[in-house]
C-alpha cells in the first residue's frame, strides 16, 4: 500500500463521498447537457439571429431598401446598374399583357428579393412579416402554456366532477380539426369586431390571431400536463404532504406545479413551432394577419399569384418558415433531452 | 330469354314512337358538326333552374338550354345585343300605350322530354317564376299586372296580367305601366319558358326540360355536367336558336384557375371559365396568341363610397378619393392596358348613352389622364375628414385584394387611418351592401344584364334600390337624389319612343352621378378568353361571352 492519496476506485463510502464533485442542482444540471448539444444550441443562435434580423426591420426598410413596405409602389422605380427601371414591369412581348414585379437584384440595397405585386420590398417585407409570425407564434405560445397548466393542474389535482367536466370539455374542443376551428373562429371573428369591457378587437387586431390560435391548443399540452399530476397527486412526497396537513392549494404550487414545469418549458419551443406554421396558414388562407401587415404567410399568399413570373416572393417567407420551426424543433428536443430525458412528448 | 326481350322490344319501339318519345329529328351533319366540347371551371355554381340561378357561368348555358318568347341573337360582338324573336314568331308593337305585348309562339316546338310547347307554358312559366322566388321578380317582373300581389303572396299568385290561349297560340301580357326593357327582361334566361308541370320550386340539380339545342344529360355539382343534343330540336331561327356544332359539352369542376390554364394549354380541356391568373398572362399572350381572345366588356369596377356614414358623407372627401386615385395603377394590377381601360363614369363605353367624362383628372376631359394629389389634398382639407379610420372592404382574391391593399395605401397617403378587411368573394357582394355592416369604402363591380343604362343607372343608384338594414339593397352607396330620380324615369318612360332623345338624358344623368361621386369609377375591364388548339369559330357576345355552340371542335 502506498501512502499517496486514495483514488476514487481505492477509496471507501465517506471518502468516495467526499471525494465525488458537487451535486448540480436540476436546472443546472440540464442546462449543461443542454450545453453538450451543439444542435440545440445551433438552433438557438439561429433563433437569435432571426429575432434580431427581424427587430431591426424598421432600419432596413429605412436604411437599405428605402421604401415603405406598407405602401403600394406600383409606379414606382428603382436604380440598376445606374439605370432607372419600373419596379413593376409591363410586358412588352406578344399582347403585351401581365405585370412583372422586378426580380431579386441580390444586393444589400433596395429589392434584394425583389418586389411583389405592388411594388413592394419583398425583403423588407419579410423581415417586418417576421416579427408578426414570431410575435403570434410567441404569444400564442404563451397563452395556449398557461392556459394548458392552469386547465391540466386543477383536473388533475382535484379529480373527481371537476376533472371529468374539464376533461370533457377538451374533449369537445380537442374533437374539432383544429384547422377547421381555427378557420371558423377567425372567418367570424374577423368580420366582426369584438368588444370585451375597454378591450375592442378589431378585424384586422393581431391579437385576434393570437387568442384563435392559443386557445385552440390548448388541449394538446393541457392532457400530458393533466395526466402527469394525476400520478403526481399520488406520489410519496405529495401523500407526505397531505399527512402533514398542508393544504391543497399550497401542495399543487409548491410540490406539482415545478415537477411539471419542465414538461411545459419543453412543449414551449415545439408549440411555437406548431403556433408558427398555424399563423402562416391562417395568413395564408386570409383569415390570419390582415393586410397591409405582413407575416410569412401574408407575403406566401401574396407571392402565389406570383409564382410563373417571381416566385421568390412566396420561397423567400417559406423558407423562412422552415428554417424557424426546424430550428424550434431541434431546440425543443434538446431541452426535453435536457429536462426531462423520460419524456415521450411528440409535437407535429 | 334473349328472344323474349327481342319480342317486347318491337312494340316498345313501335309504342314511343306513336307517343313521341324518341328523337324524330336527325342531329346537323357537315363539316364541323360533331364532337366533344370540354369546358372547364373551379366550381359548380348551384341550382341549374334558369328562373333562379343568376351567375354568368350559368346563364352562358340557359341560352343552348331554354328558349324565351325573344332573346338575344346569337352572334358575335355588339350584334349581340339585338334582340330577335324565338319562339315567339315575331316581336310584337306594344299597343295600349306601351302596356300591352301580345305574342304568336311559333308552331311544333317541343320541350326534350318530347312534350309540345304551349301558350300556356308560357303562363305557367310567368306565375311560376314569381313562385320559386326570382331574385328579380320584385325589381323587373311585377310591372306585369298582379306582379305586385306575386310578390307579396307567392304561394297563392295567379298573375292575371299573363293570359294564354291555347288555340290561338297567343301570349298576352298586361303591364301596370309601359316599360321600355321589357323585352330585355323577357329576353335574358329568367324568361327561359320550362314545361307548366314544372314544380313550382327551386329544382337544384335536377335538370328542368327546355326547347333548346342541348339537353342536360347529368349534373353534379361536384363534378360537372354533360349535355348532349336535345333529341327534338329543330333549328328554326339561326339567330335565336341555331344547331349547335358539338354533339356534346363537357362541364368539368374541380381545377384551379392556374391547373384550368395547363389543362387547356394541354388540350385535355378547350375553354376554361375562370380568369386567367396573372401570372400567366403573359406566357400565355406569347406563347399562344392565336389562342387567347380579349373582348371588352360592359362592365365597370368601382368604388362604393357610403354616402350616410363619416368620413365619405362628405361630398370633398368622395371627390377627394375620385381625384387622387390613379387609375393607371389601377390598370396595372388588373393585368395592364390590353385587359382594361380607366374610366371615371359610371356607363361604360359602347353602352346606350355613353359619352366619355372624365372630371376626375388632371387635364378633365373625356379621358383620365393622371392623377391629380394637389386638388385632391385641397378637398381633403375642406372636407376636414382627415385622420378618421377608415376600413377598406374587398374580397379575398385577386385582382379585389390587390387593389384593395392599393386603395388603402392611397387613403393613408391622403391622411385617414385606413385598413382592409378582405372578406370571402362568396359574401362581399352581399355585405357591402346591408348597412348593418356599416361598410365605409367597398371595391365592386357591375357587370350589364342587359344593354340598357337604366341597369347601371337607376339600378344602382336610384332611392328605390336602397333598402336599409337588407341584403338585396344594391344601391350601396346609399345614393338618393329625388332630381336624379326624376331624370330617370323621365328617361325611361321617353326611351319608348324616342331612344337617341332618352339616352341624351341617360348622359346628362351619368354626368351628375360621377360629379356627385357615391361611387368612384376605377376601370372597364376586358374579358379575356383562352382556348384549345382544336377549338374554332370562337365567338364572343357582348351579352352572354363564349358562345359554346357556335364553337366547333372538328
Redesign the interface.
Same mark, same amino acid.
Do not use: E, M
Given at each position: 500500500m502506498s501512502g499517496a492519496e486514495p483514488t476514487y476506485a481505492e477509496a471507501g463510502w465517506d471518502e468516495r463521498v467526499a471525494l465525488a464533485p458537487p451535486a448540480l442542482g436540476y436546472w443546472a444540471g440540464a442546462f449543461r447537457k443542454l450545453l453538450r448539444k451543439p444542435s440545440a444550441l445551433l438552433s438557438f443562435a439561429f433563433l437569435v439571429l432571426i429575432v434580431f434580423s427581424c427587430m431591426a426591420a424598421p432600419y432596413y426598410a429605412r436604411d437599405v431598401s428605402r421604401t415603405d413596405p406598407?405602401?403600394?409602389n406600383?409606379?414606382g422605380t428603382t436604380m440598376v446598374h445606374g439605370k432607372s427601371v419600373d419596379v @413593376?414591369q409591363?410586358?412588352t412581348?406578344?399582347?403585351?399583357?401581365? @405585370? +412583372?414585379p422586378i426580380g431579386p437584384l441580390w444586393r444589400f440595397g433596395p429589392y434584394a428579393l425583389g418586389a411583389d405585386? *405592388?411594388g413592394r420590398d419583398v425583403a423588407a417585407r419579410l423581415l417586418y412579416g417576421g416579427r408578426n409570425s414570431l410575435l403570434i407564434g410567441a404569444a400564442s405560445t404563451a397563452i395556449c402554456l398557461v392556459l394548458a397548466t392552469i386547465t391540466g393542474l386543477i383536473a388533475g389535482f382535484f379529480g373527481g366532477i371537476v376533472d371529468r367536466v374539464i376533461s370533457v370539455f377538451l374533449d369537445i374542443l380537442w374533437a374539432f380539426p383544429i384547422y377547421l376551428l381555427a378557420i371558423s373562429l377567425s =372567418?367570424v371573428l =374577423?368580420?366582426q369586431s369584438i368588444g370585451i369591457g375597454p378591450l375592442q378587437l +378589431?378585424?384586422?387586431s393581431l391579437l385576434l390571431p393570437i387568442l384563435i390560435i392559443g386557445v385552440v391548443y390548448v388541449p394538446y399540452v393541457a392532457r400530458p400536463i393533466r395526466g402527469q399530476v394525476l400520478s403526481l397527486r399520488n406520489s410519496e412526497f405529495v401523500l407526505a404532504a397531505r399527512g402533514l396537513g398542508v393544504p391543497g392549494l399550497r401542495i399543487l404550487w409548491r410540490d406539482i406545479l415545478p415537477n411539471v414545469f419542465s414538461t411545459v418549458i419543453v412543449f414551449a419551443p415545439l408549440m411555437m413551432a406548431l403556433n408558427i406554421l398555424t399563423e402562416a396558414a391562417l395568413s395564408f388562407l386570409?383569415v390570419g394577419v390582415?393586410?397591409?401587415a405582413a407575416s410569412w404567410g401574408t407575403i406566401i399568399h401574396d407571392g402565389e399569384?406570383?409564382?410563373? +413570373? *417571381?416566385p421568390t416572393v412566396a420561397i423567400a417567407p417559406g423558407m423562412a418558415i422552415v428554417l424557424t420551426v426546424l430550428a424550434l424543433n431541434i431546440l425543443g428536443d434538446g431541452l426535453r433531452d435536457a429536462l426531462d430525458p423520460r419524456a415521450k412528448l411528440r409535437v407535429g | 330469354m334473349r328472344l323474349f326481350r327481342k319480342l317486347l322490344k318491337a312494340p316498345a319501339l313501335a309504342a314511343a314512337l306513336v307517343l313521341g318519345s324518341l328523337p324524330a329529328i336527325a342531329a346537323p351533319s357537315g363539316p364541323h358538326y360533331g364532337g366533344t366540347l370540354r369546358l372547364v371551371a373551379a366550381a359548380a355554381e348551384g341550382t341549374m333552374d334558369p328562373q333562379v340561378n343568376y351567375t354568368l357561368k350559368y346563364w352562358q348555358l340557359f341560352p343552348i338550354l331554354y328558349d324565351g318568347l325573344v332573346t338575344f341573337q346569337k352572334a358575335g360582338g355588339t350584334d349581340a345585343f339585338k334582340i330577335v324573336p324565338d319562339l315567339a314568331v315575331s316581336i310584337p308593337t306594344p299597343t295600349d300605350g306601351g302596356k300591352t305585348y301580345r305574342f304568336t309562339l311559333r308552331k311544333g316546338i317541343r320541350f326534350s322530354n318530347g312534350q309540345t310547347l304551349t301558350a300556356d307554358d308560357v303562363r305557367a312559366t310567368f306565375v311560376r317564376m314569381f313562385k320559386v322566388l326570382n331574385p328579380n321578380a320584385g325589381t323587373w317582373y311585377n310591372v306585369i299586372e298582379g306582379g305586385d300581389a306575386c310578390v307579396k303572396t307567392p304561394a297563392s299568385c295567379t298573375l292575371p296580367g299573363v293570359v294564354a290561349d291555347d288555340a290561338a297560340g297567343t301570349v298576352t301580357f298586361h303591364l301596370v305601366h309601359p316599360d321600355s326593357e321589357f323585352l330585355d327582361q323577357l329576353a335574358v334566361p329568367f324568361g327561359s319558358i320550362v314545361p307548366a308541370s314544372t314544380p313550382a320550386k327551386d329544382m337544384g340539380t335536377t335538370p328542368i326540360p327546355g326547347s333548346g339545342a342541348y339537353m342536360i344529360k347529368s349534373y353534379d355539382p361536384n363534378k360537372g355536367m354533360v349535355l348532349v343534343r336535345n333529341p327534338y330540336f329543330k333549328q328554326w331561327s339561326a339567330a335565336a336558336q341555331p344547331w349547335g356544332y358539338v354533339d356534346e359539352i363537357d362541364y368539368n369542376f374541380g381545377l384551379t384557375p392556374d391547373a384550368q390554364v395547363t389543362a387547356v394549354e394541354n388540350g385535355q380541356d378547350d375553354w376554361s371559365f375562370d380568369n386567367i391568373p396573372l401570372d400567366r398572362l403573359n406566357e400565355i399572350a406569347t406563347r399562344y396568341p392565336q389562342q387567347l381572345h380579349l373582348n371588352p366588356l360592359l362592365a365597370y369596377f368601382y368604388l362604393t363610397l357610403n354616402v350616410n356614414l363619416p368620413p365619405f358623407n362628405s361630398l370633398a372627401a368622395r371627390q377627394a378619393v375620385a381625384y387622387a386615385l390613379n387609375r393607371g395603377d389601377l390598370v396595372k394590377l388588373y393585368g395592364g392596358p390590353a385587359l382594361a381601360t380607366p374610366s371615371c363614369q359610371v356607363l361604360p363605353p359602347g353602352m346606350p348613352g355613353y359619352v366619355a367624362y372624365c372630371p376626375y383628372t388632371q387635364n378633365p376631359g373625356p379621358r383620365w389622364t393622371a392623377p391629380d394629389m394637389a386638388k385632391a389634398k385641397e378637398l381633403m382639407a375642406k372636407s376636414g375628414t382627415a385622420g378618421q379610420s377608415v376600413t377598406v372592404i374587398t374580397q379575398t382574391i385577386d385582382p379585389y385584394r390587390a387593389m384593395g391593399v392599393y386603395v388603402q395605401s392611397l387613403l393613408n397617403q391622403l391622411g385617414y387611418k385606413a385598413s382592409v378587411k378582405a372578406i370571402s368573394p362568396d359574401i362581399e357582394f352581399t355585405y357591402l351592401q346591408n348597412t348593418k355592416n356599416k361598410v365605409q369604402i367597398g371595391i365592386t363591380d357591375w357587370y350589364q344584364d342587359y344593354p340598357a343604362p337604366s341597369d347601371f343607372l337607376n339600378v344602382l343608384y336610384s332611392c328605390a334600390n336602397f333598402h336599409p338594414g337588407s341584403d338585396t339593397s344594391i344601391n350601396m352607396p346609399g345614393f338618393c337624389d329625388p332630381s336624379i330620380d326624376k331624370m330617370m324615369q323621365q328617361a325611361m318612360t321617353l326611351s319608348l319612343t324616342d331612344e337617341a332623345g332618352a339616352n341624351k338624358i341617360w348622359a346628362q344623368v351619368d354626368q351628375k352621378i360621377t360629379d356627385a361621386s357615391p361611387t368612384v369609377t376605377m376601370l372597364n375591364p376586358k374579358h379575356a378568353d383562352f382556348v384549345s388548339k382544336r377549338l374554332g369559330n370562337f365567338v364572343f357576345s357582348g351579352q352572354t361571352y363564349f358562345q359554346p355552340e357556335l364553337a366547333w371542335v372538328k
Open positions: 406598407f405602401a403600394t406600383v409606379g @413593376l409591363q410586358a412581348n406578344g399582347l403585351g399583357l401581365g @405585370l +412583372t405585386d *405592388q =372567418i =374577423i368580420n +378589431t378585424g384586422n386570409s390582415q393586410p397591409p399569384a406570383l409564382l410563373y +413570373t *417571381q | -
